[in-house]
Nanobody, 123 residues
Framework: QVQLVESGGGLVQAGGSLRLSCAAS????????MGWFRQAPGKEREPVAH???????NYADSVKGRFTISRDNAKNTVDLQMNTLKPEDTAVYYC?????????????????WGQGTQVTVSS
């Protein structure tokens, strides 16, 4: 059974940083794309960043220059370093795994999802 477990969420003041981590089990994702999405109250789930099997990355415009996605294939993990956080970054953040080596920001290409971790940024 494939499981994705996020950790690292919490409460932080605006301008601060958090590092989210996603640990995968039941399947190696070293040859597949992984991504991070988020959902704020009353809003639809939106893409944040993704990283392909070869290491190429893509970011939502709203987080470019502030967030960095990375992966450790040996540990089967994917991290999201979030700097200069803003109140509008407040959301539940989800880790997602694809069955494709190269993915997009479309959530439909991701087959596996974690339960999410809450990130709250106070002003």
């Amino acid at each position: 059974q494939v499981q994705l477990v996020e950790s690292g969420g919490g409460l932080v003041q605006a301008g601060g940083s958090l590092r989210l981590s996603c640990a995968a089990s039941g399947r190696s994702f070293s040859g597949y794309a992984m991504g991070w999405f988020r959902q704020a109250p009353g809003k639809e789930r939106e893409p944040v960043a993704h990283i392909n099997s070869g290491g190429t990355t893509n970011y939502a415009d709203s987080v470019k220059g502030r967030f960095t996605i990375s992966r450790d294939n040996a540990k089967n993990t994917v991290d999201l370093q979030m700097n200069t956080l803003k109140p509008e970054d407040t959301a539940v953040y989800y880790c997602a795994g694809s069955r494709l080596p190269v993915a997009t920001m479309n959530p439909r290409v991701y087959s596996y999802w974690g339960q999410g971790t809450q990130v709250t940024v106070s002003s």
